[in-house]
């Protein structure tokens, strides 16, 4: 019995005429003859009483009519489906985090993604980036978001958003009085570091770009349990404006001016398999992309409103 076989017998089944089902299948009438006399003997019971004007279903026919619809249905939901998931629009979507990424940035895009993906089943895999490029490599995830992510030749990165610098620190220092800190007044203060030494190399370059060797305080294993020491004293922090969303007694945020414009932001980046072709990773790619670009044309119509020549107010007029 085939899917044919099923969609001939239906037709003549509902129809009760074989001239008629023809016509309503657009085929003549001897390959629907055959399709059901082959039915018939396949399953060694007759389907179909004969009669002057036409055909009725027999006992065996009734019963196959009413599991043939449901099998009818089946195939269609199991067709929707395929061709849904082959444009992405269902399936399992895993995606590694690690960081302040973490923190909103990406919560922002999956977000993004789900509305318009609402069938999609998003999994979240948080661990540091040696165990995220393992889960990547092994198909365990199909894209990551980190920092620092490597540029090796079977992975394609891109940049998902260039974050300004804040310094997290005890509101109780001394620097915490300023409204925006220079990188340079960070010359003998003690810096908490995360562990991983990209990190710790972008801070150094940080700060001999400015003129001076940074003072390490204390490790953390990331950028977040840094922002946890430095609200207790252990030292301060650079970290990118994102971790403002961590809030804790004791911690203030201060926005970090740099003079060196490649040390003057950090970027969150995502990485995925050179040849992954699934069409998941490309519709989650087109969410990334569009916030990345929505995102870079608020800072530039930002940054030319700062710039931007202000007109004396009629208040500022009339006192002169």
């Not at 036409?54 to 929707?80: F, H, R």
């Not at 044309?297 to 004396?312: F, I, K």
Request: charged share 20%; net charge positive.
């Amino acid at each position: 019995m085939d899917l044919r076989q099923l969609r001939y017998f239906m037709a003549v089944a509902e129809e009760r005429n074989f001239g008629r089902a023809a016509a309503r299948l657009h085929i003549s009438q001897p390959p629907i003859t055959r399709q059901i006399h082959m039915l018939e003997s396949e399953l060694g019971v007759l389907l179909f009483e004969r009669t002057h004007w036409g055909v009725n279903l027999t006992p065996a026919g009734e019963e196959l009519l009413a599991s043939a619809s449901q099998i009818e249905a089946l195939v269609d939901y199991a067709s929707d489906r395929a061709r849904r998931a082959g444009l992405g629009a269902i399936g399992r979507l895993d995606v590694g985090v690690f960081g302040t990424g973490s923190i909103s940035i990406v919560p922002a895009i999956l977000r993004r993604y789900l509305k318009a993906n609402s069938a999609v089943e998003v999994i979240v895999f948080n661990a540091p980036q040696p165990a995220q490029l393992v889960a990547l490599r092994q198909r365990r995830i199909l894209i990551t978001f980190d920092r620092y992510l490597p540029d090796d030749a079977d992975l394609t990165v891109e940049t998902v958003a260039y974050e300004g610098l804040v310094l997290a620190l005890k509101e109780t220092h001394p620097l915490a009085r300023l409204r925006v800190i220079s990188v340079k007044a960070l010359a003998g203060e003690p810096m908490v570091m995360a562990r991983d030494v990209r990190h710790r190399e972008w801070v150094r370059n940080l700060c001999r770009a400015h003129g001076f060797e940074p003072t390490l305080s204390q490790f953390a294993g990331d950028m977040i349990s840094g922002v946890v020491m430095a609200s207790n004293g252990f030292g301060v922090q650079v970290v990118p404006e994102s971790a403002r969303a961590i809030r804790m007694p004791g911690l203030v945020y201060r926005p970090l001016g740099s003079s060196a414009p490649a040390y003057s932001a950090m970027d969150l980046q995502c990485a995925y398999l050179r040849n992954e072709a699934s069409p998941l990773l490309q519709g989650l790619l087109d969410v990334v992309r569009d916030y990345r670009n929505n995102r870079m044309a608020r800072t530039s119509r930002g940054a030319r409103a700062t710039s931007a020549p202000r007109r004396p107010s009629r208040r500022a007029n009339a006192i002169r």
